[in-house]
């Protein structure tokens, strides 16, 4: 043990490991506290649909060589987040087969475009580190951070601030419209946020594992605590932690971050529901 | 009882000395680090290069070289992989004493290690890339 704590202050004397720990909580703070909503709206898998359209831009971003990528994947991926949580009843095509149809789509032309117009000499190596994340946190760069910083904060202010207006939408809509809230205004930030969250998740576990920050933690909080707050709390801690076990996990075993980032979320999971069977037995 | 105590501080001194060969230091020991952290770190190193010149270096990794027809010259690199074993970084050595290729080098995939000192190579083209100059190197 301690020639594990030695070695673990060892690796935190380096830069790049701090950078990693901060932008691992900052995004799995704000990816658990709109997990909460999304779960609760039934639109656990935009997550992974949404991933899978930044993984789309960025194969665009790559091919017309744009050196800040972001600047041409957030605003897709907000579009698309747009498309998909403010159609909503009036689709033609309607939520989870939307979801699967962009998900799908956006994943095959991205790999198409990485391979037609190939820039990088190991197209196999780029598509694995941007779907599975495998190291790709330990990479980033200071202005990378400070976006990452920016960003959480003002998606933790809009949280904050609009509150109540947030939970109100997410339990009865029609509800919420018939009190007077803009429930067209907030779904858009909704969905504005959610493809902010997505596109920042991706540096920490890849494209195909966003989903996992998204729903584990919600779903976890939501075997023990019973009202909206607790749940928001608890899946914010949870996932807070689940993070920092998994990064500080995959820097001492040298495990793929994303997945043992996920593999904590897994085994919170199985803590928490078994929580939740003992506490029904004792009732 | 002075001179006890003073008996008592050297035996301990001496006890907990470390052998001399221990006290070798190297200024990045990748050899010491995780697979994950060894890919974060040499990222570093070839991002940021600059920061890294006149550092001494340890690693291991993998051996391998490729000779570039134009500049008529063999490179040897120190080739680590990642925890998905999906990408690669690597940095190219110069060994300090002449060695013959490929009687007196490891094999291709060899597990090796290299010792020596960070240093950045400029190109023709304005580009560049770093090499460890004045380097040891063991196979395993």
């Known amino acids: 043990m301690p020639e594990l704590l030695e070695k673990l202050s060892f690796y935190l004397d380096f830069p790049f490991v701090r950078y990693a720990i901060i932008v691992g909580v900052l995004v799995s703070l704000c990816s658990s506290l709109l997990g909460v909503t999304l779960v609760l709206k039934r639109y656990s898998y935009i997550g992974d649909g949404l991933s899978h359209v930044a993984f789309g831009a960025l194969s665009i971003a790559a091919v017309l060589k744009i050196t800040n990528n972001m600047l041409l994947i957030l605003p897709v991926t907000i579009a698309v987040a747009v498309l998909l949580l403010c159609t909503g009843k009036n689709a033609r095509i309607k939520g989870d087969a939307a979801i699967a149809m962009v998900s799908v789509g956006a994943l095959a032309i991205g790999y198409l475009l990485m391979n037609v117009f190939s820039t990088s000499a190991n197209i196999s190596g780029d598509v694995c580190t941007t779907l599975f994340g495998s190291t790709s946190i330990l990479t980033l760069r200071i202005e990378e951070v400070y976006l990452c910083v920016a960003l959480s904060i003002a998606v933790l202010a809009v949280f904050i601030l609009f509150y109540h207006k947030i939970f109100a939408i997410t339990f009865d809509e029609n509800f919420a419209q018939a009190t007077g809230v803009n429930t067209t205004i907030f779904n858009l930030l909704i969905a504005v946020i959610v493809a902010v969250i997505i596109v920042l998740a991706m540096n920490l576990v890849g494209a195909l594992l966003v989903s996992a920050l998204v729903v584990f933690p919600s779903l976890s909080a939501m075997r023990v605590f019973k009202s909206f707050f607790a749940v928001t709390v608890a899946s914010a801690v949870i996932s807070v932690v689940c993070s920092l076990i998994g990064i500080v996990v995959a820097i001492l075993a040298g495990t793929p971050v994303g997945s043992t980032i996920v593999a904590a979320d897994i085994v919170a999971f199985g803590l928490f529901y078994s929580i939740s069977l003992i506490q029904s037995k004792g009732v | ?140």
Do not use: W
């Not at chain 2, 697979?35 to 340890?58: A, E, F, L, S, W």
């Not at chain 2, 597990?111 to 090499?131: A, M, N, R, S």
């Open chain 2, 1 to 140: 009882m002075p001179q006890i105590i003073f008996a008592v501080l050297i035996l301990c001194a001496a006890l907990f000395a470390k052998d001399p060969s221990d006290t070798k230091k190297y200024d990045i020991d990748l050899s010491r680090m995780s697979g994950t952290m060894v890919y974060g770190q040499v990222n570093q190193m070839v991002m940021y290069p600059q920061k890294y010149i006149g550092k001494h270096i340890r690693m291991k990794g993998i051996f391998s070289s490729y000779y570039d027809e134009e500049l008529e010259r063999r490179f040897y690199g120190c080739v680590i992989q990642d925890a998905l074993a999906c990408c690669s970084q690597g940095l190219a050595f110069e060994v300090a004493i002449p060695r013959r290729y490929p009687k007196e080098y490891p094999a291709e995939g060899d597990l090796i290690t290299v010792e020596g000192d960070f240093d950045y190579e400029k190109d023709e083209g304005g580009g560049g890339f770093p090499i460890i100059r004045k380097a040891t190197l063991s196979n395993q």
